[in-house]
């Protein structure tokens, strides 16, 4: 299911590759489905009743008028991974984001938050045997220190992800490394929100007065808008991960900011609420 949300006149559309339930706790260890069901406001729209968690693998198309600027590309086909429901995919991404109006030769920038696996498999496709880049015309920004920290590490656990799906469009000469405050375009900034890799970033998005924040993963679940200390599994620094999605949520709670999460289910966005004792919540209803 793809979503639209207008901030005054960006456009951002999600395109979903696979939205699941349960089979998060990998990622979120803590957040057991008895420690779930505790925080009711989740049902139905993150978890169910059961408390399984609902997680969504999509892209974000950020789209200005001028400028297509696709957000993370998911995992991407043909791929070989340890987890064996994101291995060797053959989804309908690509036809799924012409559908949406974005064809790939039409995207003219890839932004990617940072480089695991979910967040860089549509970077390239398999044609002939070789990887080449996806969005030929495009100009894929990757931050220059998460950049600096995996090209100096080797292949991650759950496959050979620098290899099939960054160093290819490396090569190609599409990258440009930038600062994790790179303006990308009028209204569109990045933001350092590390902790989960070392040069994470989130997205604000700022046009007529009206602001969203694009998370990344320094939130993969709305569970941690309540749960702060619920840390992922895959973080690389998970104190420094906490400190920063508790900065964040500070920072934007009974605020008019429309947080976007890079694998919030549908309906995906809403705002920062605080609750009775304290701590925060989502706020769907008026996204």
Partial sequence: MNEIWHIGDIKVTRVVEMEVTGGSRFILPTATREACVEIDWLAP????????LRMSIHALVIDTGDRRIVVDTCIGNDKQRSI?????????????????????????TVLCTHLHVDHVGWNTMLVDGEWVPTFENAR???????????????????????????????????????????????GIQLESTPGHTPGHVS???????EVALITGDCIHHPCQITRTDWCSSA?????????TREGLLARTV???????????????????RR??????????GGS
Avoid: C
């Fill in 140 to 186: 894929y920004l990757i931050g220059e220190d998460e950049w600096r920290y995996w090209d100096g590490e080797e292949e991650d656990e759950y496959g050979p992800i620098l290899t099939d799906s960054v160093r290819p469009v490396v090569a190609a000469g599409l990258v440009d490394f930038v600062a994790t405050d790179h303006l990308v375009a009028p």
């Fill in 275 to 284: 609750l009775a004792d304290g701590r925060y919540w989502l706020d769907v």
């Fill in 203 to 209: 997205i604000r998005i700022e046009s007529k007065g």
């Fill in 254 to 272: 009974d605020t008019d900011v429309l947080m976007i999460g890079t694998h919030f289910a549908t309906p995906t966005a809403g705002h920062v």
């Fill in 235 to 243: 973080d690389f620094d998970q104190s420094m991960g906490r400190e």
């Fill in 84 to 108: 064996p429901n994101w291995t060797n995919l053959q989804t309908e991404f690509l036809t799924d984001l012409a559908r949406a109006g974005y064809p790939r030769e039409s995207i003219d």
């Fill in 45 to 52: 729209h993150f978890m169910d009743e059961q408390g399984n």
